[in-house]
């Protein structure tokens, strides 16, 4: 299988920073839990109004999973213009560059 890089951003009214740690905190324990999840990096740019992650899936399945089931919980909760794309991982160019693979 080929690891598969997810990133998704969309607008955030925050919070940010500390306070975005409190209160997603439950959400990032859940989260770890996902099927084929190795990792998520957690972005936000309180500036632009904006938030995400990069996640890295063992699988594209997996990945493609979580993206249906994440989009459908964001947007449930009354975000819009999600925006997402998937990356097949080329794994020789990324372990010269130090990428965190397991």
Request: proline share 6%; charged share 15%; net charge negative.
């Amino acid at each position: 299988m080929m690891l598969t890089v997810l990133q998704i951003d969309f607008p955030f009214n925050g919070p940010f920073g500390e306070e975005m740690s409190q209160a997603m905190q439950p959400l990032a324990e859940s989260i770890i839990t996902e099927p084929g999840l190795l990792w998520k990096i957690w972005t936000e740019n309180a500036a632009t109004q904006e938030a995400g992650g990069v996640y890295l899936f063992s699988d594209a399945s997996s990945a493609q999973s979580y993206l249906a089931m994440h989009s459908a919980r964001l947007a449930a909760s009354g975000v819009c213009d999600i925006r997402a794309k998937l990356f097949s991982v080329n794994n020789p160019l990324s372990l010269i560059c130090k990428g965190p693979l397991q």
